[in-house]
């Protein structure tokens, strides 16, 4: 998978996000364990995105036991080849 493919799902996620009304940033080099944090009304999100496959079970783990605080929610979505969506998984 190339790094651009990655980045734009990145983006497209980013799209969504903001149009469900969520501020959002990007982790631009992907260094961090959350590629998006999006800000919403009375929420924050911490998103994990991947094309064609979701993590491994121990890049899962650790997403998993990530301590965040109580109004944040850890989500991933996965970009599949020709899927106009992201499938969407509360960790």
């Known amino acids: ?3 651009r493919k990655g980045t734009r799902n990145e983006h497209r996620s980013i799209n969504l996000l903001e149009a469900s009304g969520y501020r959002c940033t990007r982790s631009a080099a992907s260094l961090g364990m959350w590629d998006i944090i999006a800000i919403g009304a009375g929420d924050v999100l911490l998103v994990q995105v991947k094309t064609s496959r979701p993590p491994s079970r ?3 783990e650790a997403l998993k ?3 965040a605080p109580p109004p944040c929610r850890k989500l991933l979505h996965i970009w599949r080849d ?3 969506l992201p499938e969407v998984r509360n960790l």
Request: aromatic content about 8%; glycine content about 0%.
């Open 58 to 60: 121990a890049e899962t």
């Open 65 to 67: 036991q990530f301590r």
């Open 1 to 3: 998978m190339s790094k």
């Open 82 to 84: 020709r899927q106009r």
